[in-house]
């Protein structure tokens, strides 16, 4: 057997500390208190690993692990959603970890699970061990799916938001390490398998799966430390409108007064050039036009068949492109020019540079201009 009571040590404390300084972490949300809650349960659930190998038996089998998808999606789901109001119903996301936190308790004195090479041994409780690491897999991979759906959607409803892009807004890091916690979890289920039906592997993954948590406990509680609000107390508003918005439901915009609006919108965007800013909003373009931003948003989708994120990098681009066109600009780089006209990633320069023109950015300012960078 591993020894692995060093790294449990190590997770204990980690993920215990982590838990409190997101719970006090300021402005409160929804989405931390779930995410301190999570790193508590994973504090607890390596304090019951440690006692259960070490001191008494405490369960038949790991229940805490069913609150790990769960809890991943409603972090993600409040943090993508500020100012929404926990629903109590969430809690319906929790059975499968009630039910199996009765089931090991009451058999806790029953070795279920002790050694994967036995989990086809064929006694009374095989139908339990089968149903139990079933609904575990299918838990991580339906939530991980659930997180990654939701994590895509609001980057899809940034592009009506904002023109810039953003670690801080866009949660990749998040989507990465979902990505990765079941990418984890699904290798650590083959070696299992493989364990099972013989000795494939010198360890037993089901003792070294505690290391895997702890390990990502502390990348997870890392970046959530690091992680502001996406939106500020005014943000929570505006994101809550952005359904409706969307939909265009009850705008009560006539025609005649979108088209009015869209050509008040690209004539302000010509001559007063607020794409140069590199982190404008929407809301943003609204106070300047006066224009209410649901407004702008359906405008630029139904009449001008953009998205606001794409209407200002086009801009933005087209400023690139006429500094190419300045001599004195030559002895800057393209990203230095780049900046200038208001981007602020580039990634994201580049993408949509080449999107837009067939070309990178130094193809075209070298065929522009005959300036090699």
């Not at 139990?132 to 759906?149: A, H």
């Not at 949660?171 to 699904?186: E, G, M, R, T, V």
């Not at 404008?280 to 931003?293: A, G, V, Y």
Request: proline share 4%; with cysteine; charged share 20%.
């Amino acid at each position: 057997m591993v020894n692995i009571d060093p790294v449990l040590y190590i997770g204990i404390s980690q993920s215990f500390f982590a838990g409190l300084l997101i719970s006090t972490k300021k402005p409160y949300s929804t989405a931390n208190r779930l995410m301190a809650a999570w790193l508590f349960l994973i504090c607890f659930e390596l304090i019951f690993a440690l006692l259960n190998s070490r001191v008494i038996e405490m369960y038949a089998f790991p229940f805490v692990a069913f609150t790990y998808g769960p809890l991943l999606y409603l972090y993600v789901k409040y943090m993508t959603n500020p100012g929404k109001k926990f629903n109590w119903l969430e809690f319906l996301h929790f059975i499968p970890f009630l039910v199996f936190f009765v089931v090991s308790v009451v058999f806790r004195t029953v070795p279920l699970m002790k050694d994967l090479r036995t989990f086809f041994t064929p006694d009374r409780f095989i139908s339990l061990r089968i149903v139990y690491s079933s609904t575990f897999l299918l838990s991580v991979t339906v939530y991980s799916i659930l997180s990654f759906i939701e994590i895509k959607r609001h980057q899809a409803t940034l592009k009506n938001l904002v023109s810039y892009t953003s670690g801080v807004i866009t949660l990749n890091w998040l989507k990465i390490l979902s990505i990765s916690f079941y990418i984890a979890f699904l290798i650590l289920f083959i070696l299992g398998g493989l364990n099972m039906i013989g000795d494939f592997i010198p360890f037993d993954p089901y003792f070294v799966v505690f290391g895997f948590i702890a390990i990502f406990s502390f990348i997870y509680s890392f970046y959530v430390i690091k992680q502001p609000a996406i939106f500020g107390e005014e943000g929570k508003l505006k994101y809550e409108e952005k359904k409706d918005g969307e939909k265009y439901i009850k705008s009560g915009l006539k025609d005649d007064q979108a088209q009015a609006y869209l050509e008040k919108l690209i004539r302000f965007v010509e001559e007063k050039k607020p794409y140069l800013d590199r982190d404008l909003s929407i809301q943003n373009l609204s106070e300047m036009t006066e224009i209410p931003r649901h407004h702008i948003t359906q405008v630029l989708n139904e009449k001008h068949g953009k998205n606001f994120f794409t209407f200002i990098n086009e801009y933005r681009v087209r400023e690139v492109i006429s500094k190419f066109g300045i001599p004195k600009n030559n002895n800057f780089t393209i990203l230095a020019i780049a900046y200038d006209s208001g981007f602020n990633s580039k990634t994201t320069f580049n993408s949509i540079f080449k999107s837009q023109t067939g070309m990178t950015p130094s193809e075209y300012r070298e065929n522009a201009t005959g300036i090699k960078e």
